[in-house]
Structures are given as C-alpha cells and as structure tokens.
Nanobody
C-alpha cells in the first residue's frame, strides 16, 4: 500500500507564504492525478487543487491565483506553494489522489493569523 506524508505547515501572518510537500512511499504520480485537500474547524474536507499526469491543473475558486500545485515524479512528491495567505486558509492540509483512493495521512496544520 502507498503511504502519504505531508509536511511544511506552520503559523504565518496574513499575506505570507508557505510551501507544503507530500511524499509518497511508491512512485504513483506518473499515472494518478494528485490533489491537496483541506479541512477547517467545523467544516467538511474540501478539494483545494489537483494535477493530472499530463500536468493539467485545477484550483478551487477560493485559492486560484494564490496557490500553485506541482509534482516531481522522480522524487514521488507533490508540492503546494501558497502565497497571499488569508485567515480563511487556516486548515489541516492533506494530500491524496484526486479520487481520494489512498489512506489519509496525518495532514499538516496551516494557521494564518490576521
């Protein structure tokens, strides 16, 4: 089975930036679309962004223009560059396939202060 480990979260002021990284235990990124999800307190988990094996990308309207997803198939990693962060971006961020086929990792906490 494939394991996913998220890292890079932290506390940042509004307007700041963070870069999250997701590492997979096996090379799967060449054949599966990968995605970042997030879950804020009191809210359902939502899809933030995804990237296909062909490098086509999708962004939720709330993050479009501020977040950028990228993948490195050789390193089995998918990253999320987050710029111009807002307090409403505060959440636990998770990676998975776009269809959420894998076991969820622990996620990484992103906290944006006003």
């Amino acid at each position: 089975q494939v394991q996913l480990v998220e890292s890079g979260g932290g506390l940042v002021q509004a307007g700041g930036s963070l870069r999250l990284s997701c590492a997979a235990s096996r090379n799967i990124f060449a054949v599966y679309s990968m995605a970042w999800f997030r879950q804020a307190p009191g809210k359902q988990r939502e899809l933030v962004t995804s990237i296909t094996p062909e490098s086509n990308t999708y962004y939720a309207s709330s993050v479009k223009g501020r977040f950028t997803i990228s993948r490195d198939n050789a390193k089995n990693t998918v990253d999320l560059q987050m710029n111009s962060l807002k307090p409403e971006d505060t959440a636990v961020y998770y990676c998975n396939t776009a269809a959420a086929q894998l076991r969820w990792g622990q996620g990484t906490q992103v906290t944006v202060s006003s």
